[in-house]
Nanobody, 125 residues
Framework: VQLVESGGGLAQPGGSLRLSCAASGFTFSDYAMSWARQAPGKGTEWVSGIYSDGSDTFYSDSVKGRFTISRDNAKNTLYLQMNSLKPEDTALYYC???????????????????WGQGTQVTVSS
């Protein structure tokens, strides 16, 4: 199993970035996926999750209305569109694989079995 994030970088407040997570080594369409982030000195925050078929999505209150999770099962890729970025969105962003097509307790670390290495997002003027 391999999960490789990309798309991070420096953005200005109010700007946008689109993160990607390229998956390989497993049948991507069989698994729910999520995005998490970790800011310096802080714990993991689960940002967004999506069922294997995209039929349901989840967002933390801190990003709801600004971030959109999606997936392309034909391309084995998970996305996170981030709009209206704020300095507090600065963090290392990870994608993670759930244990099955749906997720229970999506905001907890135990719901996932594989994580990527992360891509850094910095929001600053």
């Amino acid at each position: 199993v391999q999960l490789v994030e990309s798309g991070g970088g420096l953005a200005q407040p109010g700007g946008s970035l689109r993160l990607s997570c390229a998956a390989s080594g497993f049948t991507f369409s069989d698994y729910a996926m999520s995005w998490a982030r970790q800011a310096p000195g802080k714990g993991t925050e689960w940002v967004s999750g999506i069922y294997s078929d995209g039929s349901d999505t989840f967002y933390s209150d801190s990003v709801k209305g600004r971030f959109t999770i999606s997936r392309d099962n034909a391309k084995n890729t998970l996305y996170l569109q981030m709009n209206s970025l704020k300095p507090e969105d600065t963090a290392l962003y990870y994608c993670a694989r759930g244990y099955s097509e749906k997720i229970q307790y999506w905001e907890t670390d135990i719901a996932y079995d594989y994580w990527g290495q992360g891509t850094q997002v910095t929001v600053s003027s």
